[in-house]
């Protein structure tokens, strides 16, 4: 267990679907990352949130969408996907500006849409 | 943005060997992080590298900052030491931008 907690561990979707990831981090960490990893690409950050708000949005697609309630978690809302959004999704934490001490990962959602 | 290289993008060990892993970017950084990620997608966070040599056991790692690279090492290699090996370095925001990583088999 390294201190950030992701569930499910495992999501199959239909594209009509409505489902949501979640991720807790028990670090104190102060800012909280979604990242994406499909199969041949390296890892694409999605979103950043710091401090509870979100301070960064990749030019990701409105299907997907985070939420941060406070800072011990984030979630990623999900609707109406598409086969290619089929991928890792990583949750990571860090603490204080530059992120001093670097990140900590969760252990990923591994999500397959059908 | 920053841009990050790894090589080699993939490594056959046998079991017992030894091995450097580098990492190339294209602007000074602050931050530079070393994972392992295993089988099941997990990222391990093995070095937070921003200058110099840190040893954790059978690995190593030094960064050099003002030559923009970075080394791991892996010695005596244990077949759980396969997986893929990412370096990552922080951009601006605490952007954390990744390499396309090295893949790693250790045979027994």
């Known amino acids: 267990e390294t201190g950030v907690t992701q569930t499910p561990r495992h999501l199959v979707m239909g594209m009509t679907n409505k489902k949501s990831l979640k991720c807790e981090q028990h670090?104190?960490?102060?800012?909280m990352y979604w990242y994406k990893q499909s199969a041949k690409k390296p890892l694409e950050l999605m979103f950043v949130y710091s401090l509870e708000e979100r301070v960064e949005n990749n030019s990701v697609p409105s299907r997907f969408s985070p939420e941060c309630p406070n800072s011990s978690h984030l979630f990623l809302h999900l609707h109406t996907l598409q086969p290619e959004d089929s991928a890792l999704y990583l949750c990571?934490?860090?603490?204080?500006?530059?992120?001093?001490?670097?990140?900590?990962f969760g252990s990923g959602t591994r999500l397959t849409v059908v | 943005g920053i841009q990050v290289e790894q090589s080699p993008p993939d490594l056959i060990l046998q079991e017992g060997a030894n091995s450097t892993l580098r990492c190339n970017f294209s602007d000074s950084v602050n931050n530079l992080q070393w994972f392992h990620q295993n089988p099941w997608g997990q990222l391990i966070n093995l070095f937070y590298i921003p200058s110099g040599t840190k040893q954790n056991g059978r690995l190593s790692a030094t960064t050099v900052a003002t030559e923009r690279y970075s080394l791991l090492y892996i010695s005596s290699s244990q077949t759980t030491d396969s997986g893929v090996y990412f370096c990552?370095?922080?951009?601006?925001?605490?952007?954390?931008?990744f390499g396309a990583g090295t893949i790693l088999r250790v045979k027994s």
């Open positions: 990571a934490s860090s603490q204080g500006e530059g992120a001093v001490g670097g990140y900590t």
């Open positions: 670090l104190g960490h102060n800012a």
């Open positions: 990552a370095v922080m951009e601006y925001g605490n952007k954390l931008v």
